[in-house]
T-cell receptor, first 115, second 112 residues
Framework: DVKVTQSSRYLVKRTGEKVFLECVQD?????MFWYRQDPGLGLRLIYF???????EKGDIPEGYSVSREKKERFSLILESASTNQTSMYLC??????????????FGAGSRLTVL | DQQVKQNSPSLSVQEGRISILNCDYT??????FLWYKKYPAEGPTFLIS?????DKNEDGRFTVFLNKSAKHLSLHIVPSQPGDSAVYFC???????????FGKGTLLTVNP
């Protein structure tokens, strides 16, 4: 089974802090994604990456950046955390050219609280 | 502009009965649809999918129906079990091969 691991399940940060959320997948998937989930808003795509060092903005990239230096690792960076970035952050990965290639596999999520 | 809509925020059914979760979409370019289930404090897990060239896909207790002319899909769970209680997200793929668009989710509660 594909495993997507998010290093921090719960984080509490202060406004203005720089925050790193790390995600690692173990199935050699080309595509990786960062979503945030908020009540009443569903899952919204922040950024995605289709290859090492490649990234594209999703629907709500403002206030975020990403890094993909290695194929298995995709990091989400909040340069200066704000209270409206308090949310559940979900990392996902997806392969290409295989059965079920449309299926995202998600990590368990990182609950970030910004005070 | 919400391209994938789940208009029912919540649904409550009795154990053993059928659960029907609905999803509407507006983008005719969507060619693949998926349902995910999410328990609290966990990531979403894939449940079932359907290609736009089909109108039905079945997997055990779960069946997804697609009505392209109405731009509507539904997930049927028969029989419903208390362990099915979760938030269900509808998702659609279109245009970019990389991106899924999700609905806001429906909280299903199955009462014993």
């Amino acid at each position: 089974d594909v495993k997507v691991t998010q290093s921090s399940r719960y984080l509490v940060k202060r406004t203005g802090e720089k925050v790193f959320l790390e995600c690692v997948q173990d199935m050699d998937h080309e595509n990786m994604f960062w979503y945030r989930q908020d009540p009443g808003l569903g899952l919204r795509l922040i950024y995605f990456s289709y290859d090492v060092k490649m990234k594209e903005k999703g629907d709500i990239p403002e206030g975020y950046s990403v890094s993909r230096e290695k194929k298995e690792r995709f990091s989400l960076i909040l340069e200066s955390a704000s209270t409206n970035q308090t949310s559940m952050y979900l990392c996902a990965s997806k392969g290409q050219g295989i059965p079920g290639a449309n299926v995202l596999t998600f990590g368990a999520g990182s609950r970030l609280t910004v005070l | 502009d919400q391209q994938v809509k789940q208009n029912s925020p919540s649904l409550s059914v009795q154990e053993g009965r059928i659960s029907i979760l609905n999803c509407d979409y507006t983008n005719s370019m969507f060619d693949y649809f998926l349902w995910y289930k999410k328990y609290p404090a966990e990531g979403p897990t894939f449940l079932i999918s359907i290609s736009s060239i089909k109108d039905k896909n079945e997997d055990g207790r779960f069946t997804v129906f697609l009505n392209k002319s109405a731009k509507h899909l539904s997930l049927h769970i028969v029989p419903s079990q208390p362990g099915d209680s979760a938030v269900y997200f509808c998702a659609a793929r279109g245009g970019s091969n990389y991106k899924l668009t999700f609905g806001k989710g429906t909280l299903l509660t199955v009462n014993p």
